[in-house]
């Protein structure tokens, strides 16, 4: 151990994390130790160690998330911080495992899943008494690895490091992203699974969260009808993560379902609001703490529309398509509803509480959707203002995230069609689809929401700084990403400390950052990476 003075200084070497292991402690665990794929039963981990890799190479690191740790910029700027982050090196107190969980893909039950190439490390506990998880991705084989081989690729990895960390500065719920490592293997991926599969650079990110338990991490014994295992698991969680609620029992257990719904409604009604796709909303990829996580095939609205999926291997059906994902919660929700019905017994108290999404979404929702323009007051006219208003962004090519901010700097008392022409105009990614049509409704909407923000009260100098902290001008654009990646896979990884940087403060208007705060370029509206994205990573 190195030293530390008082207990609040960072710490100066990894050593100095101090590990509990209370899951591995308090749950069962497999009891083979074999590193082959199997079903594992009446256990909710196996132990598995990390696969060494050939250069480990530090890419990035997030100091803010460092900071969560206790860990000093010498520490992660030590040689062993890229070991011990790929999985080559363990620190003495680390005791790493996988985790057995089940899940509904796609809407169809897929039974046992797990942690097919993550890997925890352990639970540290911080000087402040806060628990972490750090777990790598990308580590490696494990016994639910199935018939992939356990390694993730620097494009999705460089995709999950930066939208977990610009996500948190959204204020969206998430996992957060502590470090992007490169392995220095190559890993073989066939990206639009065209029978073109091509050499990629390996990478791993370590994710950091209080718990990674997932929906789906309750259903597996439920599915095989162990109640005494999901008992333990709902009994451990509460005590560990929902410790407010109180000892667990049946009740506590209802008021668990009822924490998890209220933080998954937040965490969607985010995502709506920042105009994020998660693409993958299975049970698995559903976190028991209401964060955002496993970030894969996601994307950003670019030009609003609610139909959109970055997904492409959920082209057909689009099950999550921006506009649908409230309802996927929801129907994610009903399954862990049902999970657990079985050990309370208390089917009115669950539907209760899923009822309560449905109009507990319509509040906020709309709520969200008013602030967004300034506004507070659920007034009927408020509402029809905001339902024209979608109407209207989805009628052209627009996109959402400078609209919003566009219309904040829009002068109100001094409205003429001309000048808001010229405000909006470059917004939108098909000039040819503004006809004098669409600027007369656009004139029409302006007219009205002017009203409305008189009738509020709300004053103009004030509206611009309201709008603005809650309609982001930088997000991580599917093609910004892209150019990021592009980069990085040439050894030049200024392009994600540049993304980095900036979207630690995404609401503010930061000098010479205006090349990331545009549109989506035309070269980009059909690119593989920019608008199309498989679950291949
Ligand atoms: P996802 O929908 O990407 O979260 O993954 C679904 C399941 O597939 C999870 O159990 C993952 O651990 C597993 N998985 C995805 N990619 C890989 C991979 N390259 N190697 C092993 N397991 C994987
Ligand atoms: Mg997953």
Not at 114 to 129: C, F, P, S
Not at 152 to 165: G, H, K, Q, Y
Not at 391 to 417: C, P
Request: net charge negative.
């Amino acid at each position: 151990m190195s030293e530390h003075a008082s207990g609040t200084s960072p710490y100066t070497a990894l050593d100095d994390l101090e590990f509990d292991n209370r899951f591995v402690s308090n749950l069962p665990g497999d009891k083979e130790q074999g590193n082959y794929c199997r079903p594992v039963e009446g256990a909710y981990y196996s132990l598995v160690k990390p696969t060494a890799t050939a250069a480990p190479k530090l890419v990035a690191y997030s100091d803010q998330v460092a900071e969560l740790l206790d860990l000093s910029a010498q520490a992660c700027d030590s040689d062993d911080f890229a070991k011990v982050f790929s999985g080559n090196q363990l620190l003495a107190d680390m005791i790493p495992f996988a985790m057995c969980y089940g899940g509904h893909q796609f809407g169809n039950w897929a039974g046992q899943l797990g942690d097919g190439r993550a890997i925890n490390l352990g639970e540290i506990v911080n000087q402040g008494k806060q628990r972490w998880t750090l777990q790598l991705k990308g580590a490696g084989l494990t016994p639910y690895s199935r018939n992939a081989d356990g390694l993730a690729v620097l494009r999705s990895s460089v995709r999950e490091f930066l939208c977990s960390e610009a996500m948190h500065h959204l204020g969206v719920p998430t996992t957060r992203a502590l470090s992007l490592v490169l392995t220095g293997d190559q890993v073989m991926r066939d990206v639009l699974y065209d029978g073109n599969p091509s050499l990629e650079p390996g990478a791993v990110v370590c994710r950091v969260a209080p718990s990674f338990l997932r929906f789906g991490s309750f259903q597996l014994p439920a599915s095989r009808g162990d109640l005494p295992l999901l008992s333990k698991l709902l009994h451990y969680t509460i005590e560990t993560d929902f410790p407010h609620l109180g000892p667990p029992n049946n009740d506590t257990i209802l008021k668990w379902f009822a924490e998890v719904s209220e933080r998954t409604l937040t965490m969607v009604i985010h995502w709506m609001r920042v105009g994020f796709v998660h693409g993958v909303m299975n049970t698995d990829n559903m976190s028991i703490l209401g964060l955002t996580i496993d970030y894969g095939p996601y994307g950003w609205l670019e030009n609003y529309d609610p139909d959109w999926t970055p997904n492409t291997t959920d082209s057909g059906g689009r099950r999550y398509r921006y506009g649908h994902q409230p309802q996927i919660a929801h129907w994610n929700l009903l399954q862990l509803a049902n999970t657990i019905l079985p050990v309370i017994e208390d089917k009115e108290g669950l539907e209760f509480i899923l009822k309560k999404f449905a109009t507990d979404f319509e509040i906020q929702y709309q709520a969200m959707q008013l602030a967004k323009l300034g506004l507070e007051s659920q007034h009927d006219g408020a509402q029809f203002l905001v339902a024209e208003l979608l109407a209207l962004l989805k009628q052209v090519e627009t996109d959402m995230t400078l609209f919003y901010r566009q219309l904040a700097s829009l002068d109100l008392s001094n409205l003429d069609s001309k000048t808001t022409q010229a405000h909006f105009k470059s917004i939108y990614y098909r000039q040819d689809e503004l006809t004098p049509a669409y600027w007369l409704q656009l004139d029409q909407w302006v007219s009205k929401y002017k009203l409305r923000c008189e009738a509020e009260g709300v004053v103009e100098g004030d509206r611009k700084d309201k709008m603005n902290a809650v309609n982001p001008l930088y997000v991580l654009r599917n093609y910004l990403a892209q150019v990021a990646i592009d980069k990085a896979e040439q050894g030049d990884f200024s392009g994600v400390e540049e993304l980095l940087s900036v979207l630690q403060n995404p609401y503010t208007e930061q000098e010479g950052k205006a090349h990331l705060a545009g549109k989506r370029p035309d070269w980009a509206r059909d690119r593989v990476g920019c608008s199309m994205l498989s679950c291949s990573s």
